[in-house]
């Protein structure tokens, strides 16, 4: 194996912010040694100048890594986001420097699910309120307004992953459920499908929103819409805080309308723990309010580790870019007997051939090979039949090839 361009024990990783150790774990399995592993996140100098010799990257949301910060990384192969969103990244910047940036969308959904069940029990049983009493000295002990889940009907609107994981358990609990999204989704269970969200708002006793943020879900949640929702009926929002406009949930909630919410998430959160945190829906004795926490657990964490680390393995192994925030998708299974190169381009015309060219003069035969464009980047991924050794300049030619951004060679077959 040390005849690739860039042998594993030559790859040096870099793992900041206190990444968890499931993502050093599977990286030690895959073989990668050298890594580096600092607890928190890096003034921006300093990072800049440890990049310089650094193929892989690993960070999460506190490291931004800007166009200037990304232009030391002469070296750099791929960056793991260690976390679900990635706009602390310059995607397209990384995208043409042949860069694929890699997240853990979904490590989190069990989480997430979990918490708005716990939500839905305490909501029905009016535990908010009674909880904040008693630790005023209150001893509200009294039956009223305090209800099972068994039988109520969630109104999930979103099924996507947190959305369809979370009426499964629902049902478990005995719950009916109704579901509103734009896709048509097939229904899990006996969960049924709502027509149309204001159908969905009037049939159920509690609503929750799984919906991305998109201008389609911009403020889904108006005062209009809340007053479709049935009297007495609870709101659960933890999914992102536009998708429902914060004043008039305030008004409904004081109104009565609305017997209660639970919120973890809003129109403007934070930055950090030294921010204040401000809401109209402070000072309410029957919501719930969390920071932003829904999917935050250690299991979480665990599952991102791993998640992250194995799309970057998966990279740096076999050009896999499945699962990239900013880059081409291509994955080519693993073929016998074959040796892989892999070819970053800027997408104009005739790159194609003049790969293919290269191998041709040599009389070398292309085995598989795929290639996607998306009009900024071209990948392309080369199986070749057999044993084909740096030593022959290959690399170097498919390097020389006009509009080239990076190449690798990946693995070659055994010696046979
Ligand atoms: P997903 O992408 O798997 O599912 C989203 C679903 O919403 C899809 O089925 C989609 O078709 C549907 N949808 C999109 N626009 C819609 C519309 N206008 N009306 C109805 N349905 C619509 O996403 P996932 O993983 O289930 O996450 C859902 C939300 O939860 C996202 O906003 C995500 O950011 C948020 N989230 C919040 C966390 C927290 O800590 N509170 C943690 C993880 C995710």
Redesign the pocket.
């Known amino acids: 194996m040390e005849k690739l361009s860039l042998p594993k024990s030559r790859i040096k990783i870099l793992l900041l912010e206190n990444i968890h150790k499931s993502a050093v774990d599977l990286l030690k399995r895959n073989g990668y040694a050298n890594i580096e592993s600092i607890p928190g996140a890096l003034e921006p100098e300093d990072l800049k100048a440890r990049l310089k010799n650094v193929h892989i990257l690993g960070i999460r949301s506190r490291t931004r890594l800007t166009k200037d910060i990304l232009s030391a990384g002469e070296k750099l192969l791929t960056v793991g986001c260690f976390c679900?969103g990635t706009n602390q990244v310059d995607l397209r910047c990384a995208k043409r420097m042949g860069v694929p940036v890699f997240n853990a969308?979904?490590s989190?959904?069990r989480?997430?699910a979990e918490l708005v069940i716990a939500e839905i029990i305490m909501l029905f049983r009016g535990i908010p309120q009674r909880s904040w009493g008693a630790h005023e000295g209150a001893w509200d002990k009294t039956v009223k307004g305090a209800k099972e889940i068994r039988g109520k009907t969630l109104g999930i609107?979103?099924?996507?992953?947190?959305?369809s994981q979370l009426s499964v358990m629902a049902e478990a609990m005995g719950m009916q459920v109704r579901f509103?999204?734009?896709?048509e989704?097939l229904a899990i269970g006996n969960a049924k499908p709502c027509v149309s969200?204001d159908e969905l708002l009037a049939v159920s006793d509690v609503v929750t929103l799984?919906?991305?943020?998109?201008p389609?879900?911009k403020n889904?949640i108006t005062a209009a819409k809340l007053k479709k929702m049935n009297k007495g009926s609870f709101l659960i929002n933890?999914?992102?805080g536009t998708v429902v406009e914060i004043d008039s949930l305030a008004d409904a909630l004081k109104s009565g309308h609305i017997a209660g919410a639970a919120v973890?998430?809003f129109p403007k959160e934070p930055a950090d723990g030294n921010e204040k945190f401000k809401s109209p829906l402070q000072g309410l004795r029957n919501v719930i309010l969390t920071p932003?926490?829904?999917?935050?657990t250690e299991e979480a964490q665990a599952n991102i580790g791993g998640e992250v680390a194995e799309k970057l393995v998966k990279y740096s192994d076999n050009g896999s870019t499945l699962g990239a925030v900013n880059f081409v998708e291509v994955a080519l299974p693993i073929q016998e007997n074959t040796t892989r190169f892999m070819h970053i381009h800027r997408d104009v015309p005739g790159v194609m051939s003049k790969i293919s060219e290269v191998f041709a003069r040599r009389k070398i035969n292309i085995a598989g090979q795929y290639l996607r464009t998306d009009g900024e980047i071209g990948y392309v991924v080369t199986d070749v039949t057999g044993r084909v050794q740096v030593g022959m300049g290959i690399r170097k030619e498919l390097a020389a090839i006009d509009g080239t951004v990076r190449t690798r060679f990946l693995y070659e077959a055994p010696a046979t």
Do not use: C, F
Not at 157 to 163: E, F, K, L, P, T
Not at 180 to 183: A, F
Not at 210 to 214: D, K, L, W
Not at 292 to 296: T, V
């Open positions: 679900i969308p979904y989190n959904t989480s997430v609107v979103g099924y996507g992953h947190i959305g509103h999204d734009i896709v989704k969200l799984h919906v991305p943020e998109t389609q879900t889904m933890a999914s992102r973890d998430v932003h926490i829904g999917g935050s």
